[in-house]
Each structure stands twice: as structure tokens, then as C-alpha cells.
């Protein structure tokens, strides 16, 4: 495989692991606690609006930051494999689009958080 794809597919997987850790972090780490006290897993407290909040901004802000990642070194070998091939444009738009598909879906993983949280 080529580096850059090498890159790619390593953001891609830390982007998923840390939208899986925000996502654990704010639906089971409640839960989990609520059943060591012996509480209802229902109910809400100031604690468990903040985790969620917390995991809502590490969803968001991780994948942002893996996305700017990810395009930087994708944009950059797509302007230079432009410049020699203008043919390429519908592959490289592809492969940029999938670098910055990485935010959007931390932003639908925040905005699922936030709409149980609220």
C-alpha cells in the first residue's frame, strides 16, 4: 500500500476509537455506576450531564483534529498528483472527501450524546 493510504487508514482507526471511547464513556460508565450504588440506571444527576458533555466535546474535538490531520496529508499528495495527472480529479476529491467524513461523524456521535444528555 502506498503511505499515504497507510496514514489514512491509521486516523481512520483513531478517529473510531475515540468516537467508541466518548460513546462508552458517556452511555455505559453511568449506567455502571448507577448500579454500584444500587440506582436506577434513569437516573440523571449533574455528574452524569457533565460526563456527557466531556464525551460530546472528545467526540467532536477528536475528530476534528484527526479530520485536519487526514486532509493535510491527503490535500497534498492529491495537489501533486494533480499537477502531473489533471485526470485524477474525481479520485482525489474521493479520497478528500473521505478524510473530512471522519469530523462528520463525530459530530453525529456528539449530537446523539447531546440529544440524551438534554
Same mark, same amino acid.
Given at each position: 500500500?502506498?503511505?499515504?493510504?497507510?496514514?489514512?487508514? !491509521?486516523?481512520? %482507526?483513531?478517529?473510531?476509537?475515540? &468516537?467508541?471511547? !466518548?460513546?462508552?464513556? *458517556?452511555? *455505559?460508565?453511568?449506567?455502571? =455506576?448507577?448500579?454500584?450504588? %444500587?440506582?436506577?440506571?434513569? &437516573?440523571v &444527576?449533574?455528574?452524569? #450531564? %457533565?460526563?456527557?458533555?466531556?464525551?460530546?466535546?472528545?467526540?467532536?474535538?477528536?475528530?476534528a483534529?484527526g479530520? %485536519?490531520?487526514?486532509?493535510a496529508?491527503?490535500?497534498? =499528495?492529491?495537489?501533486?498528483?494533480?499537477?502531473?495527472?489533471?485526470?485524477?480529479?474525481?479520485?482525489?476529491?474521493i479520497? #478528500?472527501?473521505?478524510?473530512?467524513?471522519i469530523?462528520?461523524y463525530?459530530?453525529?456521535?456528539?449530537?446523539?450524546?447531546?440529544?440524551?444528555?438534554l
Open positions: 500500500m502506498p503511505r499515504i493510504t497507510n496514514k489514512l487508514l !491509521a486516523l481512520l %482507526g483513531v478517529a473510531a476509537l475515540a &468516537t467508541i471511547t !466518548a460513546s462508552f464513556v *458517556f452511555w *455505559f460508565a453511568p449506567a455502571m =455506576a448507577a448500579d454500584a450504588l %444500587g440506582a436506577t440506571a434513569t &437516573t &444527576t449533574a455528574e452524569s #450531564v %457533565g460526563w456527557g458533555y466531556v464525551a460530546a466535546a472528545l467526540a467532536t474535538g477528536l475528530s483534529l479530520a %485536519g490531520y487526514a486532509v496529508g491527503v490535500g497534498s =499528495a492529491a495537489i501533486g498528483a494533480l499537477a502531473e495527472k489533471p485526470e485524477l480529479l474525481g479520485r482525489v476529491l479520497m #478528500v472527501g473521505l478524510a473530512e467524513g469530523a462528520i463525530g459530530l453525529i456521535i456528539s449530537i446523539l450524546i447531546l440529544n440524551k444528555v
